[in-house]
């Protein structure tokens, strides 16, 4: 089965870093949202179906992911969605904020390329294949 992944990042390298890792996965499609704007119109878009996976970005200008999480959570049809905060905080604080938020996880960006693939392989693996959750409509 094909699972959707929205990944929401603002910086070019991070989301090619990202795409890389990725597409070492099979069975998947991954759409990217630049800003946080953008990852609110693709997910309310009524033509779109909703993602299996949020992987967020927690500092992104004008909207961050904080305000995003938010508005997920706060939309009937995608607040179940599982949503991962990728982010190169490893702040205390915002760890904090983002659970208090609804972040299902938070995990901090690996800097070198083999432990980061790793990790997103990690992330993928438990929540598109180990965990198991309703569908959403």
Known sequence: MERHILLVDDNPNDVELALTALSEVEAQQVTVAHSGEEALNILQAPSQPAPDLILLDLNMPHMDGLAVLDAVRA?????????????????????K?????????????????????????????FWTTLNRSPRVS
């Open 75 to 95: 939309d009937r049809r995608l607040r179940e969605i599982p949503v991962v905060m990728l982010t190169t905080s490893g702040e205390e604080g915002d760890i």
């Open 97 to 125: 904020a983002c659970y208090e938020h609804g972040a299902t996880a938070y995990v901090v960006k690996p800097l070198d390329f083999t432990q980061f693939r790793d990790a997103l392989n990690t992330i993928l693996r």
